[in-house]
């Protein structure tokens, strides 16, 4: 079915980039008088999307078309070739665009997807920082792929100013912080290394996959670029992969949606749908989870089979202060060391409840092993000097009731055997 022609969500998108350039889309909230919204949670709900004219329906069709009859071809219509443009991705990249503070969404298949086209940004020769503890799959693809075109990156703590300063090189071009970082959930203080960067001319790119838009908005604190891995929280339920970044301002937009257009990784139309749904959740699942979280956090700190806890809301994590100023929550993954690596195996078999494997965000607690998931991609040298060792869990918290869950953790941890 196809949406009124004057559908507010379809008017700013003809297929030119200028076209396609959108800031914000939360609903004119002045047709209904005295209506504003002053909460994040019902920016979540109401952002992306309004209703289509022609049918009222509250949820945006799925486009599946490739392609777009053009009756008069020097005057082409809003959408020309789905690579190029795609309406319900344009509504999944406009909610993002709105809730981030940033000039334009772009919508990739994957969070990989969408770092890789972050990297297309620099040029043979350039070099980056990026945050050491970062998802092995970020430096997977910086060294067997872009290394072979010339780039060249350092991995350093993002959150220690003299290593930042030490790694700057004349060469450098951007700086990619991920926040929190994975798995040691280290938190980088945005505006202070914002500023750093930018007297360098940097680009400041931000990975702000676990912390989501909901937590914090990096674009509004000096980044340039946020970059999601929106298989994770924002799609909600471990079903969909997906991946976004919204750009700060026009230009570096239109240098990103080149190169989606020109590289072709574009979401589908299916998982941008699944992509909005999932936002329209985001605020209560977090807030929930995190719940659940910070409880799981305190507890597992006074268990004897813990070594340490890492979760940036506890106030001895070393990112507290940081998190507090900067952020508006404190998350849904934590990371423990245990005191005996050899009680993994035995602990993961006494799950009832908790999952084991890859990847986290969804709404059943995962726990995963970062010697043999998130990390698999670097070596074991390269895991050792990370500190990455097979003692470290990292456990997504999900949505099951704070007492089932961590009944479930607490007895698989005092049973576990050797
Ligand atoms: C922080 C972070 N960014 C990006 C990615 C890559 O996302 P995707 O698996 O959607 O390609 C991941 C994957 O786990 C991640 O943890």
Same mark, same amino acid.
């Given at each position: 079915?196809?949406?009124?022609?004057?559908?507010?969500?379809?008017?700013?998108?003809?297929?030119?980039?200028?076209?396609?350039?959108?800031?914000?889309?939360?609903?004119?909230?002045?047709?209904?008088?005295?209506?504003?919204?002053?909460?994040?949670?019902?920016?979540?709900? &109401?952002?992306?999307?309004?209703?289509?004219?022609?049918?009222?329906?509250?949820?945006?069709?799925?486009?599946?078309?490739?392609?777009?009859? @053009?009756?008069?071809?020097?005057?082409?219509?809003?959408?020309?070739?789905?690579?190029?443009?795609?309406?319900?991705?344009? *509504?999944?990249?406009?909610?993002?665009?709105?809730?981030?503070?940033?000039?334009?969404?772009? *919508?990739?298949?994957?969070?990989?997807?969408?770092?890789?086209?972050?990297?297309?940004?620099?040029? @043979?020769?350039? &070099?980056?920082?990026?945050?050491?503890?970062?998802?092995?799959?970020t430096q997977r693809v910086l060294r067997g792929v872009f290394s072979r075109f010339g780039i060249q990156v350092s991995y350093v703590d993002t959150e220690d100013y003299p290593a930042l300063?030490?790694?700057?090189?004349? @060469?450098t071009r951007a700086i990619l912080i991920e926040n929190f970082s994975n798995p040691f959930l280290h938190v980088t203080d945005i505006p202070l290394v914002s500023q750093w960067a930018h007297?360098?001319?940097?680009?400041?790119?931000?990975?702000?996959?676990?912390?989501?838009?909901?937590?914090?908005?990096?674009?509004?604190?000096?980044?340039?670029?946020?970059?999601?891995?929106?298989?994770?929280?924002? %799609?909600?339920?471990?079903?969909?992969?997906?991946?976004?970044?919204?750009?700060?301002?026009?230009?570096?937009? @239109?240098?990103?949606?080149?190169?989606?257009?020109?590289?072709?990784?574009?979401?589908?139309?299916?998982?941008?749908?699944?992509?909005?749904?999932?936002?329209?959740?985001?605020?209560?699942?977090?807030?929930? *989870?995190?719940?659940?979280?910070?409880?799981?956090?305190?507890?597992?700190?006074?268990?004897?089979?813990?070594?340490?806890?890492?979760?940036?809301?506890?106030?001895?994590?070393? %990112?507290?202060?940081?998190?507090?100023?900067?952020?508006?929550?404190?998350?849904?993954?934590?990371?423990?060391?245990?005191?005996?690596?050899?009680?993994?195996?035995?602990?993961?078999?006494?799950?009832?409840?908790?999952?084991? %494997?890859?990847?986290?965000?969804?709404?059943?607690?995962?726990?995963?092993?970062?010697?043999?998931?998130?990390?698999?991609?670097?070596?074991?040298?390269?895991?050792?000097?990370?500190?990455?060792?097979?003692?470290?869990?990292?456990?997504?918290? %999900?949505?099951?009731?704070?007492?089932?869950?961590?009944?479930?953790?607490?007895? *698989?941890?005092?049973q576990a055997e050797s």
């Open positions: 079915m196809q949406p009124g022609k004057n559908a507010a969500w379809l008017r700013p998108t003809p297929a030119t980039f200028d076209k396609l350039l959108h800031s914000t889309s939360v609903p004119k909230q002045s047709d209904k008088e005295g209506v504003t919204i002053t909460e994040k949670r019902t920016q979540f709900v &109401h952002t992306g999307y309004e209703l289509d004219s022609a049918t009222q329906a509250i949820t945006p069709p799925v486009f599946r078309a490739t392609t777009y009859h @053009q009756a008069d071809p020097w005057n082409p219509p809003t959408y020309d070739y789905a690579r190029s443009g795609n309406p319900t991705r344009h *509504a999944f990249e406009s909610a993002m665009s709105s809730l981030e503070h940033g000039a334009m969404g772009l *919508a990739f298949s994957s969070g990989m997807a969408t770092l890789t086209a972050a990297f297309m940004l620099l040029s @043979q020769g350039d &070099h980056l920082i990026v945050t050491r503890d970062c998802q092995g799959g300063e030490q790694a700057l090189k004349p @060469q007297e360098h001319h940097l680009w400041v790119m931000v990975d702000n996959t676990f912390i989501t838009p909901y937590l914090q908005n990096p674009l509004t604190q000096g980044a340039d670029l946020v970059i999601h891995s929106a298989t994770k929280m924002i %799609g909600g339920h471990s079903d969909i992969t997906a991946g976004i970044a919204v750009a700060k301002d026009k230009d570096l937009g @239109q240098q990103l949606y080149f190169i989606q257009n020109a590289c072709g990784a574009v979401l589908s139309p299916d998982d941008s749908y699944m992509s909005l749904r999932g936002l329209h959740t985001l605020p209560v699942r977090m807030d929930r *989870a995190q719940e659940t979280a910070r409880k799981l956090a305190e507890v597992l700190q006074q268990h004897p089979r813990v070594d340490e806890v890492y979760y940036p809301g506890l106030a001895t994590h070393p %990112g507290y202060e940081i998190a507090q100023r900067t952020m508006r929550g404190f998350g849904q993954m934590l990371t423990i060391r245990l005191k005996d690596a050899s009680w993994v195996t035995d602990l993961a078999h006494r799950l009832t409840l908790t999952k084991v %494997g890859a990847g986290f965000g969804g709404t059943e607690t995962i726990l995963s092993l970062p010697e043999l998931h998130c990390h698999a991609a670097l070596t074991r040298d390269e895991r050792r000097e990370r500190n990455i060792t097979p003692d470290v869990i990292r456990i997504s918290v %999900g949505l099951e009731s704070e007492t089932d869950l961590i009944d479930d953790i607490l007895h *698989a941890l005092d």
